[in-house]
Each structure stands twice: as C-alpha cells, then as structure tokens.
C-alpha cells in the first residue's frame, strides 16, 4: 500500500521560506518520478513542481526561481525549498508519484501540509 505523508507547512510572513518534505512508502522511491501540488481554497489542484527519476526537475511558472523541488532516495523523502513567499502561495501542498511525469498523480493523495503565507 502506498502512503504519502507531508509535513512542514506553517505560517510564514510573506518573503520567507519553507521547505516542505514528503515521506513515500510502498513504491520503489527512486524509480519514481515525484511532483508538489497545491490547492486553494476555490481553486482546482495545480501541479507546482516536478522531479524525474533522473533528477530532472520542472516548475510552474509563478514558482521558478522561487521554489526548488529536490529528492533523497536513500530516505525515500522529495522536498520542497520555498523561498520568497508570496501570499499566492497559500495553500494546502500535496505530493504524489508516478512511473514517469505523464503517470502522475498515480495515487491516493495524504493529508497534505496547510502552507499560510501573510501578508
């Protein structure tokens, strides 16, 4: 069974940082590509970055030079480094896998992280 688990989410005034993490069980981690999404509250979930299982890395426009997505295979663990925050960014963040980009999201998402940023 695979389980997702987010953590690191808070309230950070705006031009702060958070790194966010995301624990994945039951899949062959480094095998996988692992992507960060977020959703707002009204909004539809937006996929905001992306990690390949080569390291390759994409991101939504509005996060590029902000956000850097990143992943430790020997901890099983994908991050999220958010620097700069922008009261936009708040939102619930979720992550999810997949066998390749274009497969993601594969599974059931977790609780997600509850991300607040003021301004």
């Known amino acids: 069974q695979v389980q997702l688990v987010e953590s690191g989410g808070g309230l950070v005034q705006a031009g702060g940082s958070l790194r966010l993490s995301c624990a994945a069980s039951?899949?062959?981690?480094?095998?996988?590509?692992m992507g960060w999404y977020r959703q707002a509250p009204g909004n539809q979930r937006e996929l905001v970055a992306t990690?390949?299982?080569?390291?390759?890395?994409n991101y939504i426009d509005s996060v590029k030079g902000r956000f850097t997505i990143s992943r430790n295979n020997a901890k099983n663990t994908v991050y999220l480094q958010m620097n700069s925050l922008k009261p936009d960014d708040t939102a619930v963040y979720y992550c999810?896998?997949?066998?390749?980009?274009?497969?993601?999201?594969?599974?059931?998402w977790g609780q997600g992280t509850q991300v607040t940023v003021s301004s």
């Open positions: 990690i390949t299982s080569g390291d390759s890395t």
């Open positions: 999810n896998a997949g066998p390749n980009i274009a497969t993601m999201p594969r599974f059931v």
């Open positions: 039951g899949i062959i981690f480094s095998t996988y590509a």
